[in-house]
């Protein structure tokens, strides 16, 4: 099992920016990606972006390329992601998510909730107008 832990939402202006951090504990050597998800009300929850454990493979949606980055810290267990320039449709709960996945798969794969079975609490973001 894996324990992720998520912190660093709040409440900000369109504009502004954000850092997400999650932390991980237990067997975390029993993955080899994580990510970050997000759902806002009404909608399904979605891939934001993912990293493969050495950092060298990344994956972003259409909606943040070029606004947000995944990165990570193996050393301290830790996840970040930094979001600049947010909007309100960014306005969601993110989650932090790991599994252990195949290589060479497709983009959308790695951007899937459901190939993800380890799952944080989620933290509130919230942009306003």
């Known amino acids: 099992q894996v324990q992720l832990v998520e912190s660093g939402g709040g409440s900000v202006q369109a504009g502004g920016s954000l850092r997400l951090s999650c932390a991980t504990s237990g067997n975390t050597a029993s993955t080899n990606y994580i990510g970050w998800f997000r759902q806002a009300p009404g909608k399904e929850r979605e891939g934001v972006a993912t990293?493969?454990?050495?950092?060298?493979?990344?994956f972003y949606a259409d909606s943040v390329r070029g606004r947000f980055a995944i990165s990570r810290d193996n050393a301290k267990n830790t996840v970040y992601l930094q979001m600049n320039s947010l909007k309100p449709d960014d306005t969601a709960v993110y989650y932090c998510a790991a599994d252990r996945l195949p290589p060479y798969s497709s983009r959308g794969y790695y951007l899937r909730p459901a190939s993800f079975h380890n799952w944080g609490q989620g933290t509130q973001v919230t942009v306003s107008s």
């Open positions: 990293i493969s454990t050495g950092g060298g493979s990344t």
